[in-house]
């Protein structure tokens, strides 16, 4: 698997993370999404803004930006990391 391929794994990952926790965290909603329980609706940004906010978000400069498409189908929502912590009734 080359790196750009596991760079989109990671996103398409993350992507369905923060849909599926769109209500738990504010992931989506910080970074310009409207969301509620039943919808997600993604921001419009000229690519140079999408790269810029890309550039933001993990701290890095992109030199040769290539813009992807995800999708992903809109589950109901959960907490998407609850796994990692024990449940009260256990």
């Not at 921001?43 to 701290?59: M, N």
């Not at 813009?67 to 912590?85: G, K, M």
Request: glycine content about 2%.
């Amino acid at each position: 698997m080359t790196s750009f391929e596991k760079l989109l794994a990671y996103m398409q990952d993350r992507l369905e993370r923060d849909l599926a926790g769109r209500i738990h965290y504010r992931n989506l909603k910080n970074r310009g999404w409207e969301v509620d329980e039943n919808s997600a609706k993604p921001p419009i940004f000229a690519d140079e803004e999408l790269v810029k906010r890309t550039e933001e978000s993990f701290e890095v400069k992109i030199k040769e930006p290539i813009i992807v498409e995800l999708y992903a189908e809109l589950t109901p929502p959960r907490d998407p990391y609850s796994h990692l912590f024990p449940h009260e009734n256990s």
